[in-house]
């Protein structure tokens, strides 16, 4: 691995000397024209300095610092790499480096790379590596919220305090206790009524089962966070330009003539916000009991930092998004994988019939279970569904290629807990935390890394040294304080809809030749590709379940 990178940055070095050097023998080339054309010499005269420039400007690089990975294309082939192979690029990376840890030179400046899942954790924690500083940068280009807004929210207008700790404690409250289980209670309530619909005869035909499951958790998740009556995604229409914007949002990170570039992102944003204004105007987040103990929370939080209603309804637009967007990508590729593996699918059955039913003989045999409720209890899943725990871990790895990004506030030392090298890090420098490269890393997760394992998270089966060896290299949540508040209730609600599927419902037609996984535009969970969601599927009620009622319990 070594020698492959020696070498590699051996032919860079050559290429760059040799690029040089021709550059250098033009300009006799160019005197020599000068004396018939005077434009000529003057225009090839820059031409000259232009292209030594670019070849020669390089930002400086500490001995320090993580080592340096050259582009193959001088100054900027770091930049076009990224633009052309997204987040795969920092996978390429690392299969032609096995680095740690990488400097990339891009134009004049730099930006760090980390490859390694305990070094990552170990950045996550660093508490000179800010998260915050992307959120002035972005938030008002993608959210079209004013640049006045955030300096108030991060308490750099001199007035206002930083928002960020207390925001934490309000999701710390929401997430747990009561607050929890009457989130998880009304979304999975949603989920069982859908479950309720589907005939006893022909079933419920899904043409998409990719857009059917994204209209499933964005109904169940809205209702239960924005309230029942004044929901604002209530409206079909505002669900589509949610999703429609989170597809196409891409453009405004540029933030030039945003309704012009990023059109349609810009009009589905707008649409949503629109939504989310009348809301907020109304004050529903008051006066509706239903709403969520978050929002709420939330509102009131932002209220007291003056944001007036409009501002208000352009911070939000996320909130639904966020909730929903990695969440139905895992649940779509989990359920995929499961319902084209008969036997994985009759082995989670079983599973899943004894955590709901114990030693009923009655429930196991298949005997005909009448005109009855059965409830799914959502709680402690994990623990007795451990293959269909493993199967959602699993899927979550491999859709999960999210970039982590921090910013390094000073000059920190970064040290690697296991190899004890540690990395100077330069102050006002980007570091980037690829999750793909270490979720489909062949030393820890072995030869068949690429595939799905459903049996790759089963603790029990593989021993302490490899549970805590995957388990430090499972980073689809982040780390350190900004972790995923939410990841549990995600865990826990879709748990118990496979549960509930496994155990009364057939999903007939999913085609596995017609599914495939795309690849990550933004760091978000992969989505498949269109037209590759499955084809057309009938979810179908069970024989002898036809006649049942589903609820959940939490």
Not at 510 to 529: F, I
Request: some cysteine.
């Amino acid at each position: 691995m070594h020698s492959t990178m020696v070498d590699t940055v051996a032919e860079i070095e050559s290429f760059l000397d040799t690029s040089i050097a021709a550059i250098k023998g033009l300009v006799p080339i160019i005197w020599v024209q000068s004396k018939t054309s005077l434009v000529q010499f003057l225009v090839g005269g820059i031409g000259v300095l232009v292209s030594y420039w670019l070849l020669t400007i390089s930002p400086s690089q500490d001995p320090s610092e993580p080592p340096l990975i050259k582009p193959r294309f001088p100054v900027i082939g770091h930049l076009f790499g990224l633009l052309n192979h997204q987040v795969n690029y920092f996978s390429e990376l690392f299969m032609r480096n096995y680095l740690t840890i990488a400097t990339l030179p891009i134009g004049n400046q730099k930006l760090y790379v980390i490859f390694d899942a305990p070094l990552q954790q170990a950045a996550l924690k660093a508490k000179d590596m800010d998260a915050q500083s992307f959120m002035v940068d972005f938030v008002p280009r993608i959210f079209g919220v004013k640049q006045g807004t955030v300096d108030k929210l991060l308490g750099k207008d001199g007035v206002h305090p930083n928002i960020m700790g207390d925001m934490e404690q309000v999701f710390k409250s929401a997430l747990s206790g009561d607050n929890l289980q009457k989130l998880a209670n009304t979304t999975l309530a949603t989920m069982a009524d859908t479950l309720n619909d589907v005939g006893s005869d022909k079933g419920t035909k899904i043409p998409n089962m990719f857009l059917w499951l994204q209209s499933l958790l964005s109904r169940s998740t809205s209702k239960a966070l924005w309230g029942e009556k004044h929901n604002p995604f209530k409206d079909h229409q505002v669900i589509d330009a949610q999703w429609d914007f989170e597809s196409h949002l891409g453009p405004l990170v540029l933030g030039v003539l945003p309704s012009i570039i990023a059109r349609r992102a810009y009009v589905a944003r707008n649409k949503v916000q629109s939504a989310l204004l009348s809301y907020f105007s109304a004050r529903h987040y008051e006066t509706d009991p239903s709403t969520s103990y978050f929002i709420r929370a939330r509102t009131r939080l932002l209220k007291k930092y003056d944001l007036p209603d409009d501002e208000l309804a352009k911070n939000e637009v996320a909130i639904t998004l966020v909730a929903t967007t990695n969440v139905l990508s895992t649940l779509f590729w989990c359920i995929a994988e499961i319902w084209t593996r008969p036997d994985l699918l009759q082995q989670i059955r079983a599973e899943a019939l004894r955590a709901v039913f114990g030693n009923s003989q009655k429930a196991l045999s298949g005997e005909d279970m009448g005109a009855r409720t059965i409830t799914i209890p959502a709680i402690g899943l994990d623990a007795k569904c451990p293959l269909l725990a493993s199967c959602f871990r699993e899927s979550i790895r491999l859709a999960s290629q999210i970039v982590t990004a921090r910013r390094v506030l000073k000059d920190t030392i970064l040290t690697d807990p296991v190899s004890g090298n540690s990395y100077l890090l330069k102050a006002d420098t980007n570091v980037m935390m690829p999750a793909k490269v270490v979720h489909r890393n062949t030393a820890v997760w072995g030869a068949d890394a690429e595939d799905f394992n459903p049996r790759r998270f089963m603790w029990e089966e593989l021993g302490p040294k490899v549970e805590r060896q995957r388990k430090a290299a499972f980073v689809p949540f982040g780390g350190g304080k900004h972790m995923c508040p939410g990841r549990h209730f995600a865990f826990t609600e879709n748990l118990a809809l496979m549960a509930a599927l496994a155990i009364g419902f057939e999903i007939e037609g999913l085609d596995k030749s017609k599914l495939k996984m795309g690849d990550s535009k933004r760091g978000e969970t992969a989505k498949p590709l269109p037209g590759m969601e499955g084809g057309e599927v009938v979810l179908k009620r069970r024989k002898e379940w036809e006649a049942v009622q589903w609820e959940f319990s939490c």
